[in-house]
């Protein structure tokens, strides 16, 4: 079974940066891509930052430059580290992976950016 868990949301005031783990378990993790995701109330989920297993990255335009995606292949953690936070970027922030032609979703973790 496939398990994914993120932590490190909080609240936080514009301008100020947060770091984001999501913890993959029950796949063979170096081998998949992982994706951030956030849905914001009342908008639909969309993709934040995409990172291959072979450490390629993407990022949706409006983080690019802000926020910067990771993993670490021992520990079987990606990270997302967010920096010059906006209050647009309040949100839940899901961890996503594909696998065995199924999605594999975290339950998120709560960002608000708010002065």
């Known amino acids: 079974q496939v398990h994914l868990v993120e932590s490190g949301g909080d609240l936080v005031q514009p301008g100020g940066s947060l770091r984001l783990s999501c913890a993959v378990s029950?796949?063979?993790?170096?081998?998949?891509?992982v994706n951030w995701y956030r849905q914001a109330p009342g908008k639909q989920r969309e993709l934040v930052a995409n990172?291959?297993?072979?450490?390629?990255?993407n990022y949706e335009d409006s983080v690019k430059g802000r926020f910067t995606i990771s993993r670490d292949n021992v520990w079987n953690r990606v990270y997302l580290q967010m920096n010059n936070l906006k209050p647009e970027d309040t949100a839940v922030y899901y961890c996503?992976?594909?696998?065995?032609?199924?999605?594999?979703w975290g339950r998120g973790t709560q960002v608000t950016v708010s002065s």
């Open positions: 996503n992976l594909g696998a065995w032609s199924r999605d594999f």
């Open positions: 990172i291959t297993s072979s450490l390629g990255t």
């Open positions: 029950g796949v063979n993790f170096r081998l998949y891509a």
